[in-house]
């Protein structure tokens, strides 16, 4: 079992920048792969970032692709999901989640957090 808890979510500014954290509980986080998603009103659940359990191989979605970046320290059970040059259609609420396999579709991952939500004004 793992619970897992977003944060560093809020408001700001076209251009700027937010980190969001997740931090897991149990001491099997580094057994799991870690997604980032976001949901926007009316829209379905969209991929954003995953990583692999030693901290390599991040993957992106095009759309956050050489501006965002996702990291994990084993150590702190936390992943990060560093993002910058935030436009208003990266408004969202933001999840984490922890899988035992490598894939980008939601329904794959087993645990996934409460949501954050980062709203990005123009």
């Known amino acids: 079992q793992v619970q897992l808890v977003e944060s560093g979510g809020g408001l700001v500014q076209a251009g700027g920048s937010l980190r969001l954290s997740c931090a897991a509980s149990?001491?099997?986080?580094?057994?799991?792969?870690m997604g980032w998603f976001r949901q926007a009103p009316g829209k379905e659940r969209e991929f954003i970032a995953r990583?692999?359990?030693?901290?390599?191989?991040?993957y992106y979605a095009d759309s956050t692709k050489g501006r965002f970046t996702i990291s994990r320290d084993n150590d702190k059970n936390t992943v990060y999901l560093q993002m910058n040059s935030l436009k208003p259609e990266d408004t969202a609420v933001y999840y984490c989640?922890?899988?035992?396999?490598?894939?980008?579709?939601?329904?794959?991952?087993?645990?996934w957090g409460q949501g954050t939500q980062v709203t990005v004004s123009s």
């Open positions: 149990g001491r099997t986080f580094s057994s799991y792969f």
């Open positions: 989640a922890a899988s035992q396999i490598r894939t980008v579709r939601a329904g794959w991952y087993d645990y």
């Open positions: 990583i692999a359990r030693s901290g390599g191989s991040p």
